[in-house]
């Protein structure tokens, strides 16, 4: 069984940022891919961005140059540096981690750019 946690979420102006933090309890391997959704209101939940194997990422066109997702596997965290946050931003993000094909998700953290 895996849980994970999100925290970092806030309320910040445009052009503000935000790192957001993921830390999963119980075992994962560093083989299993991470990644970063995000729901707004009314939306259906999209990727932002994945972290797998030998660090390969992912993100959503979005937040290309934006975003930066990165994993310290020691600590079993996956992190999302948020810079340049526009309103478009605003929504809960969660974190999942696919564990050989079950997948796990957190409860999610919110996040509203205000302009």
């Known amino acids: 069984q895996v849980q994970l946690t999100e925290s970092g979420g806030d309320s910040v102006q445009t052009g503000g940022s935000l790192r957001l933090s993921c830390v999963a309890s119980?075992?994962?391997?560093?083989?299993?891919?991470m990644g970063w959704y995000r729901q707004a209101p009314g939306s259906q939940r999209e990727l932002v961005a994945t972290?797998?194997?030998?660090?390969?990422?992912n993100y959503a066109d979005s937040v290309v140059d934006r975003f930066t997702v990165s994993r310290d596997y020691a600590r079993k965290t996956m992190y999302l540096q948020m810079n340049s946050l526009k309103p478009e931003d605003t929504a809960v993000y969660y974190c999942?981690?696919?564990?050989?094909?079950?997948?796990?998700w957190g409860e999610g953290t919110p996040v509203t750019v205000s302009s």
């Open positions: 999942n981690i696919d564990r050989f094909g079950t997948i796990y």
């Open positions: 119980g075992t994962i391997y560093s083989i299993n891919t």
């Open positions: 972290i797998g194997t030998n660090d390969n990422i």
